[in-house]
């Protein structure tokens, strides 16, 4: 990951505590010690780069702070990394997201923006398989080919997390990159900030003149 010489003018990043990772709240500026900051110290250190990440939220919570939070910036690219909270509430808490209600807010999330012209960075929630890796899969799963269908159908850019993250898990050991399977260590935060450049970058290149 190098520091990018055509990088955007204003980045918004949104999602749950992985991207709000060590975000102080009060201070509007401040983007955190997680991927984000990593993104934002190093290839977007040229942009404006806001953190509107929230520890715990599900794709339903974000939308509900959306027209508060997050809306307000007037950004040419909105980064939405969500869905993990909506598995983990419902295997430790009963609250299950249906996918078709997950998809259906995802599209509302990223509605407006599309309608602004806004480029779009869509993350694939991810899991490592440290426990109850069957339940995991089979709730997630879905949620992340909603994320991608979502992604295809506004023609937004897609990180595909799972497969980054599951082979730096075969390569260090899954605890190495998120030790509870889920929130990821510096390793993880850096591979999380690579996939997203690599994928950001790819998709730059790509577009057309």
């Not at 975000?23 to 500026?29: A, F, G, H, I, N």
């Not at 937004?156 to 799972?162: E, N, S, W």
């Amino acid at each position: 990951m190098t520091r990018g010489t055509g990088a955007p003018r204003h980045v918004v990043f949104a999602g749950d505590s992985i991207t709000e990772w060590g975000r102080d709240r009060s201070d509007p500026d401040d983007v955190g010690t997680g991927y984000v900051g990593l993104l934002a110290r190093g290839p977007l250190a040229g942009s404006t780069v806001h953190n509107t990440g929230v520890g715990g939220d599900r794709a339903s919570d974000l939308l509900a702070r959306w027209e508060r939070d997050v809306l307000p910036f007037d950004a040419d690219v909105l980064s939405l990394y969500v869905g993990v909270n909506d598995t983990w509430r419902a295997l430790d808490a009963g609250e299950r997201t249906p996918v078709a209600s997950f998809e259906t807010t995802l599209r509302a999330l990223v509605a407006p923006w599309h309608a602004r012209g806004t480029r779009l960075v869509l993350a694939e929630p991810f899991a490592l398989p440290l426990t109850d890796a069957q339940a995991w899969a089979d709730d997630l799963g879905p949620k992340q080919d909603a994320v991608a269908r979502v992604a295809r159908d506004v023609g937004a850019t897609f990180v595909p997390l799972a497969t980054v993250m599951a082979d730096l898990a075969d390569e260090i050991g899954p605890r190495a990159v998120a030790a509870d399977g889920v929130h990821p260590t510096h390793a993880g935060h850096t591979a999380i900030a690579d996939a997203w450049w690599d994928a950001f970058t790819h998709r730059s290149e790509g577009d057309p003149a």
